[in-house]
T-cell receptor
Framework: KAGVTQTPRYLIKTRGQQVTLSCSPI?????VSWYQQTPGQGLQFLFE???????NKGNFPGRFSGRQFSNSRSEMNVSTLELGDSALYLC????????????FGPGTRLTVT | SQQGEEDPQALSIQEGENATMNCSYK?????LQWYRQNSGRGLVHLIL?????REKHSGRLRVTLDTSKKSSSLLITASRAADTASYFC?????????????FGTGTRLKVLA
């Protein structure tokens, strides 16, 4: 089975721009979660989608949004980028919600200048 | 502070020695998982222990869980240079009717050849 894939792997954007990151889960997995990882804050949960519905949300501003498609692929969008949004964004998929092990993608390294 | 606090923050040992890292959490959990991350890449799931389990083994890994103390430990026996990585605990916590994962701060393990 192919693993979780994320595109693009690296991205450089300017303050004020917006960005869309993509995640394709493992085949058969219906849950996709997004995390932000920074040296200062560590791994922080952004949101989780299951069957195209956002089931859980972390403590991030409304500039961070996401969606999930019928094939379980997910995208996250960050609008009006700030320097502090520079981070590694990780996507994880699992069979169901919450209590299953998660399989992570390699991440998208976003740099905001 | 984060749900999961790990100690030590960093650990340096010789190849062949055992490495122990600890994770403490604050709220009731459904399960606790350990992950490994190499060089800023995606996380790899190591082991999952449910709240009604006290100990679990997987190869050279041994995980214990003490729900009364809200703590867990990960023991890596006969360490190898390839075990050099950051290790994170993640707790499945009920929120908004479903579970989400809260990651700890991580322990950076360095195994010297």
């Amino acid at each position: 089975k192919a693993g979780v894939t994320q595109t693009p792997r690296y991205l450089i954007k300017t303050r004020g721009q917006q960005v869309t990151l993509s995640c394709s889960p493992i085949s058969g997995h219906r849950s996709v979660s997004w995390y932000q990882q920074t040296p200062g804050q560590g791994l922080q949960f952004l949101f989780e989608y299951f069957s195209e519905t956002q089931r859980n949300k972390g403590n991030f501003p409304g500039r961070f949004s996401g969606r999930q498609f019928s094939n379980s692929r997910s995208e996250m969008n960050v609008s009006t980028l700030e320097l502090g949004d520079s981070a590694l964004y990780l996507c994880a998929s699992s069979r169901g919600q919450g209590v299953n092990e998660q399989y992570f993608g390699p991440g998208t390294r976003l740099t905001v200048t | 502070s984060q749900q999961g606090e790990e100690d030590p923050q960093a650990l340096s040992i010789q190849e062949g020695e055992n490495a122990t890292m600890n994770c403490s959490y604050k709220t009731s959990i459904n399960n606790l998982q350990w992950y490994r991350q190499n060089s800023g890449r995606g996380l790899v799931h190591l082991i999952l222990i449910r709240s009604n389990e006290r100990e679990k083994h997987s190869g050279r890994l041994r995980v214990t869980l003490d729900t009364s103390k809200k703590s867990s430990s990960l023991l890596i026996t006969a360490s190898r240079a390839a075990d050099t990585a950051s290790y994170f605990c993640a707790t499945a916590v009920m929120g908004s009717g479903t579970y989400k994962y809260i990651f700890g701060t991580g322990t950076r393990l360095k195994v010297l050849a």
